[in-house]
């Protein structure tokens, strides 16, 4: 009888096993109702985006598809929002050669942001990828800074909001926020 219970025990653990129980990996994707509309049902899935930058953390940043600058400006300035600001608009006047940007940076105070490897968009305006997570505070008052900085230039500049999951508690908060458009993806 000890046997067979035993013999049950362990099917049943290889079984939760195979089906993905114990993987340590991203959290499984499951479906959250969005806050708006309980009938809609929003499914979170990771943005391609996240594996073909190969993000690792946040927040990071990707200028013109070509550049990538990770972190916030370093909390020891004391005007660390100003400072923030204007390495964005230093790396986009690199990136873009645009005198919108350009007009402005300052090439002495900037944090240098690396290639990526990638070429850039083609698009008529710049482009930044924020890859924020919902629970990184770093991301959220980097994300004030640049919503400011496309309403200061809606025709020179768009910002794509990417949810990347960093912690457990992401992927409930991600399905939230692409579902009621906090994010892009």
Same mark, same amino acid.
Do not use: W
């Given at each position: 009888?000890?046997? *067979? ?12 096993? !195979?089906?993905?129980?114990?993987? &340590?990996?991203?959290? !499984? ?45 370093? @909390? ?14 230093? *790396? ?20 240098? *942001? &690396?290639?990526?490897?990638?070429? @850039? ?15 990184? *505070? !770093?991301?959220? &008052? ?24 960093? &912690? ?18």
């Amino acid at each position: 009888m000890i046997a *067979a219970v035993a013999i049950v025990i362990v099917l049943a653990l290889m079984g939760y096993y !195979a089906i993905g129980g114990f993987k &340590t990996s991203k959290p !499984a994707v499951t479906a959250t109702p969005t806050p708006q509309a309980s009938a809609t049902v929003h499914i979170y899935n990771e943005s391609s985006l996240v594996s073909e930058y190969s993000i690792g953390g946040t927040p990071i940043l990707v200028f013109g598809c070509s550049m990538q600058r990770e972190g916030l400006a370093s @909390s020891l300035y004391a005007n660390r929002d100003a400072v923030e600001r204007q390495d964005i608009i230093n *790396a986009l006047c690199s990136e873009t050669g645009k005198s919108a940007f350009c007009a402005i940076a300052n090439t002495e105070q900037a944090v240098p *942001a &690396t290639q990526t490897g990638k070429a @850039s968009c083609d698009n008529e305006k710049a482009v930044i990828y924020a890859f924020h997570s919902p629970s990184c *505070a !770093a991301s959220e &008052t980097q994300r004030v800074i640049l919503d400011k900085l496309a309403a200061d230039y809606p025709n020179y500049l768009e910002v794509r909001y990417i949810c990347t999951l960093t &912690t457990q508690s992401d992927l409930a908060l991600c399905n939230q926020a692409v579902g009621s458009g906090l994010y892009d993806e």
